[in-house]
């Protein structure tokens, strides 16, 4: 398995070689096939006050393709503005499941600023799969995604 460090370098390095939006495809994509315990990974995006779904790889789709800011644990990262690492989803109050088999769960906001302008949100079959390496290394890419991105 590549280490996350590694595969964050690559995609930072990659950056300026192609536009938001492909890039943002890229993260996704390149998360979720070179990370073994990221199971499913998409970019959720604030807009008019919603998360709106954006850029994601995994075996199926969401159903949440909207999110009310403050809904589940996606809703959560973006009120709170601070990332949210659940080890075990069942056990949260405020969890909106997309995918029987997911345990755990990190959301990972995107700043620019003072203000939430989307997040990374990432799904694993694993219970307990997070570490605080998971959260240094996503929020050092979310701080690129963030000077980069220009909308859905
Ligand atoms: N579980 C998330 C919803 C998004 S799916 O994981 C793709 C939540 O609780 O907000």
Same mark, same amino acid.
């Given at each position: 398995?590549?280490?996350?460090?590694? +595969?964050?370098?690559? @995609?930072?390095?990659?950056?300026?070689?192609? #536009?938001?939006?492909?890039?943002?495809?890229?993260?996704?994509?390149?998360?979720?096939?070179?990370?073994?315990?990221? #199971?499913?990974?998409?970019? &959720?995006? +604030?807009?008019?006050?919603?998360?709106? @779904?954006?850029?994601?790889?995994?075996?199926?789709? /969401?159903?949440?393709? /909207?999110?009310?800011?403050?809904?589940?644990?996606?809703? @959560?990262?973006?009120?709170?503005?601070?990332? +949210? @690492?659940?080890? #075990?989803?069942?056990?949260?109050?405020? &969890?909106?499941?997309?995918?029987?088999? /997911?345990?755990?769960?990190?959301?990972?906001?995107?700043?620019?600023?003072?203000?939430?302008?989307?997040?990374?949100?990432? #799904?694993?079959? /694993?219970?307990?799969?997070?570490?605080?390496?998971?959260?240094?290394?996503?929020?050092?890419?979310?701080?690129?995604?963030?000077?980069?991105? &220009?909308?859905?």
């Amino acid at each position: 398995m590549a280490a996350l460090r590694d +595969v964050v370098d690559t @995609l930072i390095e990659a950056a300026d070689t192609m #536009d938001a939006g492909a890039w943002e495809q890229e993260i996704v994509q390149a998360l979720r096939e070179e990370i073994d315990h990221y #199971d499913w990974v998409g970019f &959720y995006w +604030v807009v008019n006050d919603k998360l709106v @779904l954006g850029a994601w790889d995994g075996p199926e789709a /969401t159903e949440h393709v /909207t999110i009310e800011i403050g809904e589940g644990l996606c809703g @959560l990262a973006a009120s709170q503005q601070q990332t +949210v @690492l659940v080890d #075990d989803v069942k056990e949260h109050d405020n &969890y909106l499941a997309c995918f029987p088999e /997911t345990r755990s769960e990190i959301v990972v906001p995107v700043m620019k600023g003072d203000r939430c302008i989307g997040e990374i949100d990432i #799904d694993s079959n /694993t219970p307990g799969a997070f570490t605080d390496t998971d959260r240094k290394q996503l929020e050092r890419l979310a701080e690129i995604v963030a000077a980069r991105h &220009y909308g859905l």
